[in-house]
């Protein structure tokens, strides 16, 4: 079909986003200009293949039913493979919403995304079918990926499996409360500031952030591309590492995951039956991780977890990040920015060579041109927020916060030198109730909220690239407190060091279960 003409004030307004200062007489000469060259793009249709559908059977796609979901962990239910033998065989994952499933809607957690179907599998997702894997749904999240609680996403809060009155934590929340229900033996999310690790920390179980760039993200919906890694959640270190196997590793169609040949990938899960002995692992505890921001009862089960160790053998000693604490404004910088440029592009992926699932693409943008008020207010202020930046100050504190990146790496390698791994907790505080975060830090008129910078702790490892875990402080998640919610321990590891810092997590695992 033929494109549609633009018009001399469509131009000058164009050239003036732009920085062009355009005439009358310009904008009128490059109007004729842009509508003689845009006519040949109509053969474009007609030249590009047409999508096909993956062939994979995708059995009883539906709404999960009220009974059958008791935390609102999915968005989405169906089942597919499951058939076929291979290191994931027999066992249930769920994936986040924000991962293509070939023939299952993609909301990315936004109500303006409902009807979107893409017609073939993430990368990630077909690994995990040849590998056996029975996929069994389509988790919440907070809309498109912003938010550390659940509380943003267009299909409501996911609560706590831990306590109902409380949240799961964001964005890949429902694939936390998924594995911590026991409705999934794996999960994947995404982690961009602790996106992975915030949940769960909260719901007591193992999330993995891998070094950026070993998981291949092409058929995932980024937030912001250079800080976005895909990771798994899971009960224990043994199957978290088993996903991270199946899932990892390169792709031409993600240019970022030539980082995974790095990496031993595929032997992680293996690896593990070779985790060393506490008392030959050395540790570092970040003084800016624990600082005046972690709780009271957080730091108290911190430091159990520490005393554990110690009492294993393990060395622990203070370090410094002293970059981490202006963190915050790097990684708001560089997500908020990201985030504006790819909604102006209508999500289209400029990152990445292709092939593209055309249909999926074209229907989000179709949903995203119209949406009008559709996003919430955080997913509009974000967005706001990084179009000043780019528009009102030429995007220089993008490129210093990028700059900042790499001090960042630099203080991670250094207080890493000589170490196994750093350690802290995850979280600064236990799973807030629902309804108690304000996601404006800077909003103080209700001083009795919750005001705590949720991600302080994560969100240094996703600006640095290095992997980090989140392992519960104790197996039921509260040692004889009965009542406890569950604390997470973050372990960080050296860039492409993933499968030495997952046995590092698995040899605590052991100090922490008395079987050292």
């Given amino acids: 079909m033929p494109l549609s003409s633009v018009s001399a004030e469509w131009v000058a307004e164009a050239g003036d986003a732009m920085g062009f200062d355009l005439s009358t007489a310009d904008a009128e000469r490059f109007a004729r200009g842009v509508n003689d060259e845009i006519g040949g793009y109509a053969a474009l ?42 290191p994931l065989s027999g066992v249930d994952v769920a ?39 029975r996929l069994v749904g389509k988790t919440n999240m907070d809309e498109l990926a912003y938010g550390p609680t659940s509380e943003t996403s267009g299909f409501g809060p996911v609560t706590n499996p831990a306590d109902d009155a409380r949240v799961a934590g964001g964005s ?65 270190v043994e199957t978290a590492a088993l ?9 031409a169609r993600d240019p970022s995951s030539a980082a995974a040949t790095e990496i031993p990938i595929g032997d992680c899960a293996a690896g593990l039956d070779d985790a060393p002995e506490v008392s030959d692992l050395s540790f570092g505890v970040p003084e ?33 990040l002293p970059t981490v604490e202006d963190a915050v404004y790097v990684w708001n910088a560089i997500t908020n920015v990201e985030f504006a440029a790819a909604l102006r592009r209508n999500g289209l992926p400029i990152e990445r060579p292709g092939p593209f699932d055309t249909s999926r693409y074209d229907a989000a943008s179709a949903r995203q041109s119209a949406a009008g008020v559709g996003f919430g207010d955080v997913v509009r202020e974000r967005a706001l927020v990084g179009a000043a930046l780019l528009d009102r100050y030429d995007g220089r504190h993008y490129t210093r916060a990028r700059n900042v990146c790499a001090t960042l790496k630099a203080e991670f390698e250094d207080a890493l030198d000589g170490r196994d791994a750093l350690v802290c907790p995850t979280m600064p505080v236990v799973a807030p109730e629902v309804g108690a975060w ?47 919610l569950p604390v997470g321990v973050q372990f960080v590891g050296g860039m492409h060091e993933d499968a030495h810092l997952l046995r590092v997590a698995r040899a605590f695992e052991r100090a922490r279960d008395g079987d050292e």
Avoid at 243 to 251: K, N
């Fill in 243 to 251: 996903g991270f196997d199946v899932i990892g590793g390169y792709d």
């Fill in 172 to 236: 890949s929340s429902g694939s936390a409360a998924a594995v911590a229900e026991g409705s999934a033996d794996l999960a994947l999310g995404s982690d961009t500031g602790g996106s992975v690790r915030i949940p769960a920390s909260f719901c007591g179980v193992v999330g993995f952030k891998p070094s950026w760039g070993a998981v291949p993200r092409d058929g995932f919906v980024d937030l912001a591309y250079t800080l976005d890694h895909v990771g798994p959640l899971a009960p224990d």
């Fill in 95 to 133: 994936v986040k919403d924000n991962i293509a499933v070939a023939g299952v809607p993609m909301t990315c957690g936004s109500r303006v995304f409902e009807g979107v179907v893409p017609r073939r599998n993430a990368s990630i997702v077909d690994r995990l079918l040849s590998a056996g894997a």
């Fill in 45 to 86: 249709d007609e030249l590009a293949p047409a999508d096909a559908a993956e062939s994979i059977a995708v059995r009883d796609v539906r709404a999960p039913e009220e009974d059958e979901d008791p935390h609102n962990a999915y968005i989405t239910a169906f089942v597919a493979g499951g058939d076929d033998d291979g």
């Fill in 438 to 484: 304000q996601p404006h830090s800077y909003d103080a008129d209700d001083q009795d909220a919750l005001n705590v910078p949720l991600a302080y702790n994560t969100r240094p490892m996703d600006l640095a690239g290095v992997p980090a875990v989140t392992v519960p402080d104790e197996s039921d998640a509260g040692g004889d407190d009965a009542d406890a």
């Fill in 288 to 320: 800016e991780l624990l600082s005046s921001h972690v709780s009271d009862e957080v730091r108290e089960r911190f430091e159990s977890a520490i005393a554990t160790l110690e009492s294993a053998g393990a060395t622990v000693e203070s370090v410094r």
